[in-house]
């Protein structure tokens, strides 16, 4: 019989949320496809959440192993901009001259670029509206999908965000992944905005993925 739960996140979770983090960072599967530099990947998109703000941050663990986390943000404008985060590793590391991680790079500001002077559209910013100023992140390895812990994870960032007294939260995915998006809505999560196209990261076939902000009223 398996020991299953959620629980709240503990310093000594620290690298198995990283290694998930990267393991499930390409719409579930490894984000290994597009960067191969599992620091500066982890540091980007967990790292604010468990080093800054791990009071919002809960871990699924199936007999003593983390299988999935929730990452909380209860106010947004206090989260680290990812786009800093890797241009940082960029400049210190020169991940932009590695094989591993300068292709993504490299088609990062080609995008940006073309996106303003062909389409006359700004670089996208993470989504800032004190409507839903709280946000989240949650990732799952496949071992753990489909027997709950998407949801319990949910529910606890939600209890957490509502004791804050936070009037609501949204989360940023990508429009293609969507198991994410029906189980997003499936916990009460409404699409918001338009769905803009993403600079750097592919389908698999190569054609562009649209970013999708949801939204979650907690009055
Ligand atoms: C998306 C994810 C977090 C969902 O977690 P999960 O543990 O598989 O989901 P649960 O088993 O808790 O399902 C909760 C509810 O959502 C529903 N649901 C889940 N996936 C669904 C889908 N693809 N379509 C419709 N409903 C779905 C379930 O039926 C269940 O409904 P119920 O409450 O009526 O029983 C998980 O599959 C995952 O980590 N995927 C890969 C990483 C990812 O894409 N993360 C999101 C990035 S933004």
């Given at each position: 019989?398996?020991?299953?739960?959620?629980?709240?996140?503990?310093?000594?979770?620290?690298?198995?949320?990283?290694?998930?983090?990267?393991?499930?960072g390409?719409?579930?599967?490894?984000?290994?496809?597009?960067?191969k530099?599992?620091?500066?990947?982890?540091?980007?998109?967990?790292?604010?959440?468990?080093?800054k703000?791990?009071?919002?941050?809960?871990?699924?663990?199936?007999?003593?192993?983390?299988?999935?986390?929730?990452?909380?943000?209860?106010?947004?404008?206090?989260?680290?901009?990812?786009?800093?985060v890797?241009?940082?590793?960029?400049?210190?590391?020169?991940?932009?001259?590695?094989?591993?991680?300068?292709?993504?790079?490299?088609?990062?500001?080609?995008?940006?670029?073309?996106?303003?002077?062909?389409?006359?559209?700004?670089?996208?910013?993470?989504?800032?509206?004190?409507?839903?100023?709280?946000?989240?992140?949650?990732?799952?390895?496949?071992?753990?999908?489909?027997?709950?812990?998407?949801?319990?994870?949910?529910?606890?960032?939600?209890?957490?965000?509502?004791?804050?007294?936070?009037?609501?939260?949204?989360?940023?995915?990508?429009?293609?992944?969507?198991?994410?998006?029906?189980?997003?809505?499936?916990?009460?999560?409404?699409?918001?905005?338009?769905?803009?196209?993403?600079?750097?990261?592919?389908?698999?076939?190569?054609?562009?993925?649209?970013?999708?902000?949801?939204?979650?009223?907690?009055?």
């Open positions: 019989m398996q020991n299953k739960f959620v629980r709240q996140y503990q310093a000594k979770d620290r690298q198995q949320v990283r290694e998930i983090c990267y393991l499930t390409y719409m579930g599967d490894s984000a290994e496809i597009y960067w530099d599992r620091e500066s990947f982890a540091d980007m998109w967990c790292g604010y959440y468990i080093d703000e791990p009071q919002s941050c809960f871990v699924a663990v199936v007999d003593e192993k983390v299988v999935g986390y929730s990452l909380g943000c209860l106010e947004s404008r206090n989260a680290w901009d990812p786009g800093k890797g241009m940082k590793h960029a400049l210190k590391r020169g991940l932009i001259f590695t094989k591993g991680t300068g292709p993504a790079m490299w088609r990062t500001l080609f995008d940006v670029s073309s996106d303003l002077v062909i389409k006359r559209k700004p670089p996208m910013k993470p989504f800032i509206d004190s409507r839903w100023p709280s946000h989240l992140h949650i990732d799952i390895l496949q071992e753990g999908r489909g027997t709950g812990f998407g949801k319990e994870l949910i529910n606890r960032i939600i209890d957490r965000f509502r004791q804050m007294g936070s009037p609501g939260l949204h989360l940023e995915t990508v429009l293609e992944n969507r198991n994410a998006v029906q189980f997003f809505k499936a916990m009460g999560f409404q699409e918001f905005g338009d769905t803009p196209e993403l600079p750097g990261i592919r389908a698999k076939d190569g054609s562009r993925l649209h970013g999708l902000v949801m939204i979650m009223d907690l009055n």
